[in-house]
């Protein structure tokens, strides 16, 4: 069962790379009004394959060998989180379709964007290398930064209600900041499922 | 008002003599078996250390561990089987419904009665008919009427989901059905005798999965009657049928819990490292 535990660890290890990949670059792409929408569909796509890739094989492990205890929490975590992957990799699409419906966004001030993006993707980080070092300590301080990136948005969220910013770039960025608030509970559920992985305690939500 | 009020909640409260009644009751429904520090030997050898564990009343316990631990040496004393080999000797206790069953004065016939064991061979008796492999422990014990008999037989048979396969074929010897009919006469046979508690030693191991699937689905209904105690090798299986599930390392219980909690996150690493395969 250890060889195809390793080819579900690869093939997970390859889904956290191109995820995170994808979140940057679309987040990049925003700050610096470039349409990265067809690059980010496709590596959406495949994240999508992966996911399902990562759900056969997790299947056939479950059929093949019916792996109990940490084995059995380490596929059906695997799972979960390969889910969160693809998640990440959809929101990374939504950011992207963003600059490819509105079009140019240069004139607009991506400060409030720029802040929530570097916790989301300093939390996309975290939650990879929680799951690869099975760092539990490292999992459980998502939430944290999780309520900071929630803090953000509220914030952001009122300053665009307030009326002051034009229109275009108002409702691009509170599109933008929902989609990296939704990546940002995604990266705590991972952190959660490492938990889950390690002392098989699940979270509470 | 106060005062009233004080008087009334005390009314309310039971006695101690009451709670310790309670208690006892709460104690015998909940654990139909108790080892209290039990241990079992071989001609002075030790095969069972010191084990302490509650069996709980109309669940499935299975019990799990490599070959040797003394699964089969521990269940054959729930019944005084193991008395039974030559140089083999008990200490501590075992408590059946709160008795002492190794107590001096206890009848192990009585206890064998209450206590049914199946073997992981089926071992129908060879040269009686279907009909009097179920009827001869009831036989034996002075039941002569056929009438009543006949509706044990057809009750145990049905209980043990041979009825319908058999009914028909009943003076048939119990040797002619397949290997998982014939488990599930042992079955029959043993229910017959109107134990309380079952004990089984790897009761599919000889059995191909649809044999094992009726006995599988015959436990889950069983223990609605009965208690039920199975040794297995098979992890699976332990883990679809049991409720509650030991492991047993060199004569040691090593983690007694939930199935669940034992096969998703036990709490030993020796438990660990045997039901995923990593032993040793």
């Not at chain 1, 940057?24 to 349409?35: M, P, Q, V």
């Not at chain 2, 009233?4 to 009644?21: A, C, G, H, R, Y």
């Not at chain 2, 009427?145 to 037989?153: M, S, T």
Request: net charge negative; charged share 25%.
């Amino acid at each position: 069962m250890d060889l195809w535990l390793n080819k579900l660890t690869n093939l997970m290890q390859g889904m956290a790379e191109l995820s995170e990949n994808s979140v940057s670059t679309a987040i990049e792409a925003y700050l610096s009004d470039k349409n990265v929408v067809e690059t980010i569909h496709n590596q959406s796509t495949e994240l999508i394959m992966l996911q399902e890739e990562v759900s056969d094989l997790a299947v056939e492990l479950l059929v093949r060998y019916q792996p109990v205890a940490a084995d059995l929490r380490f596929i059906k975590a695997c799972m979960e989180i390969a889910y969160g992957f693809a998640r990440f990799g959809r929101y990374a699409y939504d950011i992207a379709q963003v600059r490819d419906q509105f079009g140019k966004l240069s004139d607009c001030d991506h400060s409030m964007v720029a802040n929530t993006a570097d916790e989301v993707k300093r939390m996309i980080r975290s939650s990879i290398k929680a799951f690869n070092d099975r760092d539990v300590k490292m999992a459980e301080d998502l939430r944290k930064t999780d309520d900071i990136v929630d803090s953000f948005y509220r914030q952001n969220i009122k300053r665009i209600l307030e009326g002051q910013i034009e229109i275009k770039c108002a409702i691009s960025a509170a599109l933008i900041l929902r989609y990296l608030e939704r990546i940002a509970d995604h990266a705590v559920y991972i952190g959660d499922l490492v938990k889950y992985i390690v002392s098989g305690e699940k979270a509470h939500l | 008002m106060l005062e009233d009020e004080k008087i009334t909640i005390k009314s309310m409260l039971p006695t101690n003599k009451e709670v310790q009644s309670t208690n006892h009751e709460l104690i015998l429904g909940r654990f139909k078996i108790i080892l209290d520090n039990f241990s079992a030997y071989y001609s002075g050898k030790p095969a069972i250390k010191d084990i302490s564990m509650k069996i709980k009343s109309n669940a499935v316990t299975a019990i799990i561990g490599p070959s040797g631990c003394g699964k089969t040496t521990l269940i054959r004393c729930f019944n005084r089987l193991h008395e039974l080999i030559s140089g083999a000797t008990t200490s501590g206790r075992l408590l059946l419904d709160g008795e002492n069953i190794y107590e001096s004065g206890a009848n192990p016939i009585t206890i064998r009665r209450k206590i049914g064991m199946v073997f992981q061979k089926p071992n129908p008796f060879p040269t009686m008919s279907i009909y009097d492999n179920v009827a001869a422990g009831m036989k034996l014990n002075g039941v002569r009427d056929r009438r009543k008999l006949d509706e044990i037989v057809r009750r145990c048979l049905e209980m043990s989901a041979l009825w319908d396969e058999v009914k028909d074929d009943l003076n048939k010897p119990g040797m002619s059905v397949s290997g998982g009919q014939q488990q599930r006469l042992c079955i029959a046979r043993a229910l017959a005798t109107e134990p309380e508690v079952l004990c089984m030693d790897e009761p599919a191991s000889a059995l191909d999965p649809i044999s094992t699937a009726k006995i599988e689905q015959l436990i889950d209904r069983l223990k609605q009657d009965y208690t039920i105690v199975i040794v297995t090798h098979n992890m699976q299986q332990a883990a679809r049928v049991s409720d509650y599930t030991a492991f047993l390392y060199l004569g040691k219980l090593v983690e007694f819990g939930p199935t669940k909690q034992i096969f998703e996150n036990p709490t030993e690493k020796l438990t660990e490292d045997y039901i995923s395969g990593r032993f040793g």
